[in-house]
């Protein structure tokens, strides 16, 4: 009795052993689908200045007020100097910042998501941004509570490109066959985009809301895979030249391997000149970024920039 017993017990371990094993491999099926190996990856550049030198000033006129960018801050208790920091200092920038939280802050506004998951809280975002936003705004902006953007940056990455088509770009990292967005670059949607994640998030199927996997995916992952169902992949966005412009590390940390790498060009082999984002960065690090990206000027110095990205009605940016 006891050895019928002791099998019935194993037959039920391997059992469910195999029934979760052919669950991942379902979704590792459908994550890396057939689209996926027609998709060639491809890097996505900024416009270089003689394509704007090009335009005509009612073009420039149009693109200056047409590229309204919304900015989703995805943020919890625990990071409330990261919070104020990222309030302070670049995200009054963005043409309309909210913060989503985990739970409700008094000391903050934010939009409460009642989730401490961090890909529930995305989607859960997602979903209200686009419920509320999607006539508004043609480009969508997340970020963690430690990146640092330079919104005028983004903007004129996105001086040429169509909002209607499936966008999504920031600095890609390839795991296994799956290339994706790393969240801690920053993560930018074109509305269609948006669009077509508001769909997918309705299958359950296709994007469950845990993963449905045996081990929990990172919610950067867990959105590539859904966004692939749709057609949409992930694009690395680079400068005129070839550098990133979406940076997961902070300018203290890429400065030290430039000098490791290129010491005798440090700044050139660091960063490029119109980078988007930074990360890892303490809350006293944003205000020195902010000091040096919009305070400090060499007087008298013009940069005869050919458009003006002007800040939105009523903010105190700087």
């Known amino acids: 009795m006891i050895s019928e017993s002791s099998s019935f017990v194993k037959g039920v371990v391997l059992g469910g052993a195999f029934c979760m094993l052919v669950t991942l491999l379902g979704h590792i099926k459908v994550g890396h689908g057939t689209k996926a190996h027609h998709h060639e990856h491809h890097h996505i550049q900024a416009p270089n200045k003689e394509d704007v030198l090009n335009l005509s000033e009612g073009e420039r006129v149009e693109f200056s007020k047409s590229i309204r960018v919304y900015c989703i801050i995805l943020v919890k208790p625990k990071d409330l100097g990261h919070w104020a920091a990222a309030r302070e200092t670049w995200s009054k920038h963005c043409d309309k910042a909210e913060f989503y939280s985990s739970e409700n ?67 890609t990292v390839k795991s296994g066959d799956l290339e994706y967005v790393d969240g801690e670059g920053g993560i930018v949607l074109s509305i269609e ?64 391997e430039a000098m490791s790498t290129h010491p005798q060009q440090v700044v050139d082999g660091c960063c490029s000149d119109m980078a988007i984002t930074f990360s890892g960065l303490a809350p006293n690090h944003m205000h020195v970024m902010m000091y040096g990206v919009y305070r400090l000027r060499p007087y008298g110095h013009s940069y005869s920039d050919a458009l003006v990205f002007l800040p939105p009605l009523g903010s105190d940016n700087d």
């Not at 043609?138 to 963690?144: R, T």
């Not at 590539?224 to 550098?243: Q, R």
């Open 105 to 171: 802050v008094k000391v903050f506004d934010s939009v409460a998501l009642n989730t401490n998951d961090m890909w529930v809280m995305m989607r859960k975002a997602y979903k209200i941004t686009y419920e509320h936003y999607k006539d508004e705004f043609s480009w969508f902006f997340l970020a963690y509570p430690t990146t640092f953007a330079i919104i005028e940056n983004l903007k004129y990455f996105l001086l040429k490109k169509d909002p209607s088509q499936p966008f999504y770009i920031g600095h």
């Open 193 to 256: 985009s948006l669009r077509r994640l508001a769909h997918v998030l309705e299958d359950p199927d296709k994007c469950p809301e845990q993963g449905g996997m045996i081990w929990k995916l990172a919610e950067d992952k867990q959105l590539a895979i859904c966004l692939k169902y749709t057609g949409v992949f992930a694009e690395n966005a680079e400068d005129s030249e070839g550098k990133d412009v979406f940076n997961t590390k902070s300018v203290g940390a890429l400065i030290k």
